[in-house]
């Protein structure tokens, strides 16, 4: 058995699903770069007040590290990272960590993977795993006068805590996934808050609750009841999946549903008419939460739907008024980017994000031809519109292990997933995306410049695991290596 070294970028849950699998499978020899100070991921970086998971904990957590211990249904987002820690020490693997480390590019030398760190450091790898996630890039809105703003500014995933919130006029710029967490955990602090808003998302109460003493008791008295309620959860998810993918008209009774909870919520006309939906449910993130719509019941929280036009020392400007504000709160989510600001140079010097130029695509998620022993997770088309992306990242590590143990076993040799697997990929997706609600007209970040979905798996959880746990040989070719210099 050759010893193989693997060099995972990203400590996420991703990379950590990576690292704990590749131990538990008897494979010592890699290492998990992040430019963090600790794991976590999306769960270190984003630290806004109400930051929390909008999947129950239950399915939001590894299926071989299951916990007793969650504080509540839809854990707080230091809790998960404190999971993610507790997971690296229980494995013994912290050992295998490099933090606060950024790798910028890695190059196939036709040998092997050389790896360029931030410090100007090379090192080098047989096998290269990405795990930087899909949404780790701050995105910022095109706003003339951007940087004019004279008071503190910050994005949601870059929370400043030196920055006093309390009694101040706050701008919110944005109503995606964060701003529906902040704006209700900020409102009771700040003076006044004047969220700006560019299209309403679908929000439905959050069906949240804390777990008790005496349950974490049962659970660990009786694990299957645990077991049970995770399955519960998982199903249902796997159900309603179908909604998104297949038979989007059958979600339109729960836009009617939203509707009638938003005319409860005691808006006036105006504040409720800013805050219904333009577009048919599920083509864009459905969102949760019990407290956003009742915020805009409040005397000083004010909704404007006009488009912003610039941005000076004092504030924000919209086509008929200026806003002063004192602090500006950028919610608008991120550059989707698969690999971040990762540069991958393969064969003959192919560079990824050219190669993607026309859409990001991966076998499978997981392999793109012209790079030998470079894998994926959470990679193109493995996003979820209702579910447990664990459970994706789980199969995708298993594909990732697999593949690891096939190079172990054949000395001299490098994987490359060849072009019919992933033209065969590419066809099975289109065919599956016909019907697709992310499809159906309405703009949002799924898509890329020419309308295609590059983000989503459009089909049961059960129906993707089955196709990549196992690495099929016939998808892949060995690439016989030069010999090493002794």
């Known amino acids: 058995m050759t010893d193989i070294h693997i060099a995972i970028i990203g400590a996420g849950f991703g990379g950590v699903c990576v690292a704990l699998k590749l131990a538990a499978a008897g494979h010592h020899s890699f290492t998990v770069f992040d430019s963090h100070p600790d794991v976590g991921g999306t769960w270190w970086a984003n630290t806004y007040p109400g930051a929390a998971c909008d999947a129950p904990s239950h399915v939001y957590s590894y299926s071989f590290a299951q916990t007793t211990d969650w504080s509540r249904r839809f854990a707080p987002g230091p809790e998960i990272q404190r999971y993610l820690r507790r997971c690296v020490d229980e494995a013994g693997i912290a050992g295998h960590l490099r933090l606060g480390v950024t790798v910028e590019a890695v190059r196939w030398t036709g040998a092997e993977w050389t790896l360029t760190l931030a410090e100007g450091e090379q090192l080098t790898a047989d096998v290269v795993?990405?795990?930087?996630?899909?949404?780790?890039?701050?995105?910022?809105?095109?706003?003339?006068?951007?940087?004019?703003?004279?008071?503190?500014?910050?994005?949601?995933?870059?929370?400043?805590?030196?920055?006093?919130?309390?009694?101040?006029?706050?701008?919110?710029?944005?109503?995606?996934?964060?701003?529906?967490?902040?704006?209700?955990?900020?409102?009771?602090?700040v003076g006044e808050l004047v969220v700006f808003q560019r299209s309403a998302p679908y929000v439905f109460d959050k069906p949240d609750a804390p777990y008790g003493d005496r349950l974490h008791r049962v659970y660990r008295a009786v694990p299957a009841l645990r077991s049970l309620a995770r399955a519960a959860i998982w199903w249902t998810f796997e159900v309603f999946g179908v909604f998104f993918w297949k038979w989007p008209r059958l979600m339109r009774p729960l836009e009617r549903v939203h509707a009638r909870a938003l005319a409860r919520r005691g808006l006036d006309d105006a504040t409720r008419a800013g805050l219904t939906p333009d577009h048919n449910l599920g083509c864009k993130?459905?969102?949760?939460?019990?407290?956003?719509?009742d915020a805009f019941a409040r005397d000083d929280v004010t909704l404007v739907t006009e488009p912003i036009t610039e941005c000076s020392a004092t504030g924000l400007s919209t086509a008929t008024g200026h806003h002063g504000v004192d602090v500006i709160i950028y919610a608008t989510g991120f550059r989707t980017a698969h690999l971040g600001t990762l540069e991958v140079t393969g064969v003959d010097g192919i560079d990824l994000a050219q190669t993607w130029d026309g859409g990001a695509l991966a076998h499978l998620g997981v392999a793109v031809p012209g790079f030998p022993n470079f894998f994926l997770v959470y990679g193109p088309n493995t996003n979820l519109g209702t579910g447990s992306i664990t459970f994706m990242l789980e199969a995708q590590s298993d594909h990732i292990v697999a593949a690891v143990s096939r190079l172990s076993r054949t000395p001299g040799a490098a994987m490359e997933v060849t072009t019919a697997a992933l033209e065969r990929w590419r066809s099975e997706l289109h065919a599956r995306q016909v019907n697709s609600v992310w499809q159906s007209g309405c703009s949002n970040w799924y898509l890329d410049a020419d309308g295609r979905d590059t983000h989503n798996w459009p089909g049961f959880m059960t129906r993707y695991a089955s196709m990549v746990r196992t690495p099929r040989e016939s998808d892949y070719r060995m690439v016989a290596l030069p010999l090493r210099s002794a």
């Open 285 to 293: 993130r459905i969102l949760i939460s019990s407290e956003y719509h």
């Open 129 to 189: 795993v990405g795990a930087t996630g899909q949404l780790n890039v701050p995105g910022y809105p095109p706003i003339p006068g951007l940087d004019d703003f004279e008071g503190p500014s910050m994005h949601t995933a870059r929370w400043r805590r030196d920055v006093d919130l309390e009694g101040r006029r706050v701008a919110v710029v944005g109503t995606g996934a964060s701003a529906v967490q902040v704006i209700p955990a900020i409102a009771d602090t």
